[in-house]
């Protein structure tokens, strides 16, 4: 799952054309697909506020950041809905806004700190979910002696080791999974400043 941003009305002053889309029915052969993506990545390139993606572990930091750094912009709506895939618009005055905060949050150094504090746990999460790893590797050979049944699911599990392995889960920390990157924010903000406004799909 990721999140997609389109531009409502981008930056675009040599007026690059987007690629149309392919006709995927056709089954387009390899040069053809390869082709298109190229196009469309030059297109992105040069209009940077037509597109900003994001896989789910890393928008969740970047988003909650945003939040933080720009509540008395976004709406109580506006929040909430930047967790969803749900065609929610930011406007392009509001756009602008969080661009303006982003910058000056990164000039006056306020985004290298919060990094700074937020790199040192998610290390710290990751050293304690690869101890909670080698303990799970090592329920996975005891059910597998017991049980004679290799790769079992631990769905499956009998209920003693099913049980071990649902307290190992609990102590696994979710903050690992969800980094948070300067450059991320960086790119997002400038997608801001020339996407005319977006939506998040």
């Known amino acids: 799952m990721g999140f997609d941003l389109y531009g409502l009305k ?4 040599n007026n690059a054309v987007r690629p ?21 990545d030059e297109y992105e390139t040069e209009v940077i506020g037509s597109y900003f993606r994001n896989n789910v572990w890393w928008w ?6 945003v939040i933080a750094a720009c509540d008395d912009i976004l709406t109580e709506r506006d929040k909430e809905a930047g967790s969803y895939n749900d065609g929610h618009i930011i406007s392009k005055t509001k756009s602008l ?3 303006a ?25 990751k050293k304690n979910n690869k101890k909670i790893q080698i ?38 920390d979710w903050s690992a999974h ?7 924010i960086r790119s997002f903000t400038l997608f801001c400043k020339q ?7």
């Open 60 to 65: 969740r930091p970047l988003w909650s950041f």
């Open 101 to 125: 905060r982003l910058t000056k949050l990164d000039k006056d150094g306020t985004i290298d700190k919060y990094s700074n504090e937020m790199n040192p746990m998610i290390e710290r999460a």
């Open 20 to 40: 149309e889309h392919l006709d995927w029915s056709k089954k387009p052969a390899d040069n053809e697909k390869d082709e298109y993506f190229k196009k469309v």
């Open 178 to 184: 969800y980094p948070f990157d300067i450059d991320n």
């Open 10 to 13: 981008p930056y675009n002053p």
């Open 195 to 201: 996407s005319g406004g977006f939506e998040i799909c």
């Open 97 to 99: 806004r969080i661009a």
């Open 135 to 172: 303990k799970v590797i090592l329920l996975q050979k005891m059910v597998k002696l017991e049980t004679g049944v290799e790769n079992m699911v631990p769905k499956d599990y009998p209920k003693k080791f099913y049980d071990k392995y649902m307290k190992l889960m609990d102590k696994e």
